[in-house]
């Protein structure tokens, strides 16, 4: 696309120089150059897209977010596993050191019906629903960054275009004057080119506004409070590659939020066998001592306790918790529903806005040069005014302008994919 966009700039760029006399302006590849060889728009590209997704994964406070919650997992997982602590009791009865008895014992509880398995399996079914939540988090922020690298890319080159808007209203201009001074125009044209290079530096203006814009939202979306890069360096000549819908439709199930509404589903299963082992009564042993002083006998103590399970037998969180595995079930049908329609969605705008651009580039960006060229060779011929050239110029830069805007769409379109499957950009094929 680049190729394309400076090759028909080019084209159009070079005849409307050598139409003013005296002027000396000259147009490279690199962009607009003084007589002096020095750039006014010099290209320092110096940050790539993947270098832009590298920072993300690094410095995005969301993800490090994401990440913290997944360690704070650890902890919950450490603590499912640990039994239940011994108890030391003792008592003492009578203060009178000749009738005294002196208790000591201790006590364990040992828990029965499986509440430990059942609470570590709860555990790390908690823990994998983390790292599902940190995948979603991941996929958002490669989509958000994707999409500003690509609309900062396409902000770029408005820049350079308008710019050279300017420069070619600015030519128009003087050549204007020059035919006013020497009597072959009305003064008008000379006004409506003034008219023209106005409208011109306020294009070029709104395209600098929008630069701004868009690599402060590229910063962020890297988790860095100022942008502290020049520009981006990307390809826009490579449009992005639309897989088929079945394809797509078979990796949904390994998308992040498929995953997690799945894990919760199995989570929730996992609380349920929780409260259920608690409606099974523990087991609480004691060994101890007991020392008589008015008989002077030392007592071995052994006892076992146990609740009797009559009123509570946790039947009221069991319940709960076999209700929230049945709506977790119903919100993983939901989630798999919504994933379809938005990867359908996703889907129709990247083949539209890939139809919308190969047009543009096929069809009306040719027109666009061909009427340029036709009224170039008119001005040359006396058949037309510059300031009609000037128009023909506008419109192939408009085209131009279009043409890139259907690009950005078509790379947010595609990022919103890789987003939904949880892919890399180089994994959609």
């Known amino acids: 696309m680049r190729k394309i966009l400076l090759t028909l700039a080019a084209s159009a760029l070079l005849p409307s120089a050598t139409m003013a006399e005296g002027n000396t302006t000259q147009y490279t590849n690199s962009g607009v150059t003084s007589q002096s060889g020095q750039a006014s728009l010099p290209r320092m590209t110096n ?46 009865e009578d203060t009178r050191s000749a009738t005294r008895t002196s ?20 555990a790390e079914h ?49 050549a204007a004057q020059k035919r006013v001074e020497a009597g072959k125009v ?4 000379a006004t409506k080119a003034g008219i023209a290079l106005a409208g011109a530096r306020v294009d070029h203006a709104r395209a600098e506004s929008a630069l701004k814009s868009s690599r402060k939202r590229l910063a962020t979306a890297m988790g860095e409070p100022q942008v502290n890069f020049e520009t981006v360096d990307g390809n826009l000549e490579t449009l992005p590659d ?43 042993v004691s060994l101890g001592g007991r020392k008589n002083e008015e008989l002077g006998l030392n007592q071995a103590i052994l006892g076992v306790s146990i609740p009797i399970p009559v009123f509570d037998r946790n039947q009221g969180n069991l319940l709960e918790s076999l209700r929230r595995a049945d709506q977790a079930k119903d919100e993983l049908t939901a989630t798999q529903l919504q994933l379809s329609r938005d990867l359908a969605a996703a889907y129709e ?75 890399t950009p180089a994994n959609i094929q």
């Open 47 to 92: 940050i790539k897209l993947s270098n832009a997704l590298e920072k993300a994964y690094a410095a995005n406070p969301e993800l490090a977010t994401a990440r913290n919650a997944l360690l704070a997992q650890d902890g919950t997982v450490l603590q499912a596993e640990t039994r239940p602590n011994p108890e030391l009791q003792a008592l003492l």
């Open 126 to 174: 908690g823990k994998a629903l983390a790292q599902a939540e940190l995948e979603i988090v991941r996929a958002g922020v490669q989509t958000e960054v994707t999409s500003a690298f690509y609309d900062t890319l396409v902000a770029q080159e408005r820049v350079r275009l308008a710019q050279s808007s300017i420069d070619l209203a600015q030519s128009a201009l003087r």
């Open 242 to 284: 639309l897989p088929e819908i079945e394809t797509l439709e078979s990796r949904l199930m390994q998308s992040p939020a498929y995953k997690k509404a799945q894990i919760e589903v199995d989570r929730r299963q996992a609380i349920s066998e929780v409260e259920r082992s608690k409606g099974v009564p523990d087991v609480t």
């Open 103 to 122: 208790t000591l014992q201790l006590n364990q509880r040992i828990e029965l019906g499986g509440k430990r398995s059942a609470r570590m399996d709860a």
């Open 349 to 423: 705008n990247l083949n539209a806005s890939r139809q919308e651009f190969l047009s543009w580039r096929d069809n009306i960006l040719p027109s666009a040069q061909s009427a340029y060229d036709a009224a170039s060779k008119g001005f040359e011929m006396g058949k037309f005014s510059f300031l009609e050239v000037l128009d023909a110029q506008r419109t192939l830069f408009d085209a131009l302008a279009q043409s890139q805007q259907s690009l950005a769409l078509s790379h947010r379109y595609a990022a919103e994919l890789q987003g939904i499957l949880g892919q």
């Open 186 to 189: 009305s003064p008008v044209e």
